[in-house]
């Protein structure tokens, strides 16, 4: 079966710091990856997705950046944190087969910008 | 532009009583459209999706969800609520070959 993990699941980092979150996808192939952001406990705000290896797609301007070195690693940086990075993000993949499939998401990760 | 409307922000609900959350959208072409829950710090988790077919689509927990294509609406419905009912849920709607668009969210309480 598949699984998604996630980590850290809580980071704090002071403002102008970097910031690296990682995400893998086990028991599945050339999946589509997504990282998400909510802000507040409320919406989804999509941030990068990817649809092979070293293909990001940027969906909003902002100071995060995406890779993806294999075929089942995700990785959210930042060179240097905002206050406004604080927020819970989500990675996120489906199957291969173009990109309106369904969604499973892995656990989160908080990050609290202080 | 591709949308998904959650007009409700919170709704409450008794436990045992029946539950309609509320999700319009607007998109070009059919629509895959999909619920999702969220658990307080966890991650989201899928509840149901209609494709094509039965305008009825059932899924896990005891929710259903309604295709109405001329209203343009998929409201998620249970019969009977539980308290354990309690979360976050996300209408999200798949345009032709895009990422999922989500709604806001609307926040189910169940009281006992």
């Known amino acids: 079966s598949q699984t998604i993990h996630q980590w850290p699941a809580t980071l704090v980092q002071p403002v102008g710091s970097p910031l690296s979150l990682e995400c893998t996808v086990e028991g599945t192939s050339n999946p589509n990856l997504y990282w998400y952001r909510q802000a507040a406990g409320r919406g989804l705000q999509l941030l990068f997705y990817s649809v092979g290896i070293g293909q990001i797609s940027s969906e909003v301007p902002q100071n995060l950046s995406a890779s993806r070195p294999q075929d089942r690693q995700f990785i959210l940086s930042s060179k240097k944190l905002l206050l406004s990075d604080s927020g819970f993000y989500l990675c996120?993949?489906?199957?291969?087969?173009?990109?309106?499939?369904?969604?499973?998401f892995g656990e989160g990760s908080r990050l609290t910008v202080l | 532009a591709q949308s998904v409307a959650q007009p409700e922000d919170q709704v409450n609900v008794a436990e045992g009583n029946p539950l309609t959350v509320k999700c319009t959208y607007s998109?070009?072409?059919?629509?895959?459209l999909f619920w999702y829950v969220q658990y307080p710090n966890r991650g989201l988790q899928f509840l149901l999706k209609?494709?094509?077919?039965?305008?009825l689509v059932k899924g896990s927990y005891g929710f259903e969800a309604e295709f109405n294509k001329s209203q343009t609406s998929f409201h998620l419905k249970k019969p009977s609520a539980l308290v354990s009912d309690s979360a976050l849920y996300f209408c999200?709607?798949?345009?032709?070959?895009?990422?999922?668009?989500f709604g806001k969210g609307t926040r189910l309480s169940v009281i006992a």
């Open positions: 999200a709607v798949s345009p032709l070959n895009t990422p999922l668009v």
């Open positions: 998109v070009s072409g059919n629509p895959y």
């Open positions: 209609y494709i094509t077919g039965d305008n």
């Open positions: 996120a993949w489906s199957s291969g087969q173009g990109l309106g499939g369904e969604l499973f």
